[in-house]
């Protein structure tokens, strides 16, 4: 009553009543049995204007003044079954886990940065020039001078074991442009894919007084051998040269294409993983040619090495959107690895998190695969070793739009027996060979195939293939049994892709999306309209993201990796 008067309500308060109402007075002994007609109306009316008070005004008390909090708050809580499990929960966690681990590695990128560099840094070897006598002189380019080098004394040596074992040589860099960048690109192939370059020791930066010209930089690595591709490429037995170097003997086999095709099987493969090394960690060599591709003799395998013009599209280092280093013999049709259009990179967090879409969007790593589908074609056709030779090619593929096929039917009706004997060594099981070497040198870089894809074509997949690992082995097969299934996923998007970008199923093809940008509004067209005013957002939100990207590279005053590289 007393509530209602007041205009309050305890319908929120449930199991209020219900625990009032099990509240029950004990028996009263006789002697109050005289008083039961006395005060039972008093008893009433005192009872219910205690009940209605209590409703009314003991809403605000806390239930431990009104001794009924456990059995309310227990009542009105949700019972928490423990960690429930949804799909979409469980799909969301996955695409987050992919992302994190998608080419580059946005996981594997802030561990390697934060983590593995920076104990890197603490328990490294540590040189100065004086530890190096220098010796023979082994190439010499526009960045730089490498010079073959002994260890003056012990406590140096010591530092160059491998395997407990003393290593008197090394090799020696002098660099005075891209030092810092080589330098860093080499301590991250160490720490990520040691196997795919050379061997790095080592590098720092030589301080000089002032008016004495710019500061060298100092890039030690392993002595491994002299050899490179180029080199083994212009003798005359190759590539049977190539053949005592990987088995350390000469295979069983008569002289002829079969066993050549063997070789060059073998050499393909090592540099293909060691591409996919490069590629795995977001690193892009731009500069893949034989004279860049030594033979560690003490592994028996092929190593990349000069990583100067290498771009690290992890964090964004060396990556200048509208600049590009190559060599145009082996340089690939775009000359870009990125659209010119992607903006300078953001500051290494961001660039990070953001990496794994830049790379899907670009796929840099194919500009490598075409230099080495070049070396490729140079391994097969002997013809091609020569430098004009190679000019003269490239010539003529570009006047076929880069398309391998028309190219053959160019030249096959008139080849000489050096052309021919290419074209039989490339068409060896059923044409195999062939088949990999036009996926690979495309005009289109999103048509050419990865380096992990590579290593899973059927052309490696033949009995007797030379010098190969144990661990090689289980990739590829691991890369064999995967990439079956990412075709048969890719062929089922691109169809429904393909499906949604025709005019018969409604949908806008490219050239149509093309015009609605540049289209102004008309009277009586909502919907294209309404399109037409989305992409022209669009196209203004990334120029302003791409201004603003350049804004921030420019007011840099110093490259901020350099400061890690040590002074001697």
Known sequence: MAASGLGLSTSFLPGHDTLLRRRRRRPAGPAAASFRPVTAELGGVATELGRNLVEAVGVGLPCTVMQCGDVIYRSTLPQNDGLTITAPGVALALSAVSYLWATPGVAPGFFDMFVLAFAERLFRPTFRKDDFVLGKKLGEGAFGVVCKASLANPEAAEKVKANGVMQGDVVVKKATEYGAVEIWMNERVRRACASSCADFLYGFRESKAKGKGAEEYWLIWRFEGEDTLYDLMQSKEFPYNVETKILGDVQDLPKGISRENKIIQTVMRQLLFALDGLHSTGIVHRDIKPQNVIFSEGSRTFKIIDLGAAADLRVGINYIPKEFLLDPRYAAPEQYIMSTQTPSAPSVPVATTLSPVLWQLNLPDRFDIYSLGLIFLQMAFPSLRTDSNLIQFNRQLKRCDYDLVAWRNLVEPRANAELRRGFDIMDLDDGIGWELLTSMV?????????????????????????????????????????????????????????????????????????????????KGSAQRNVLASVLRVQRKIVKTINESMDELASQRKSIWWSRWIPRE
């Open 442 to 522: 495309r005009y289109k870089a999103r048509q050419r195939i990865s380096a992990k894809a590579a290593l899973a074509h059927p052309y490696f997949n033949r009995e007797g293939l030379l010098g190969l690992s144990v661990m090689q082995n289980v990739q590829l097969q691991l890369f064999r049994a995967t990439q079956k299934d990412y075709s048969e996923l890719a062929r089922w998007v691109v169809g429904l892709m393909a499906k949604s970008g025709t005019e018969d199923a409604g949908g806008f093809t490219e050239a149509q999306l093309q015009e609605l940008r540049e289209i102004k509004p008309k």
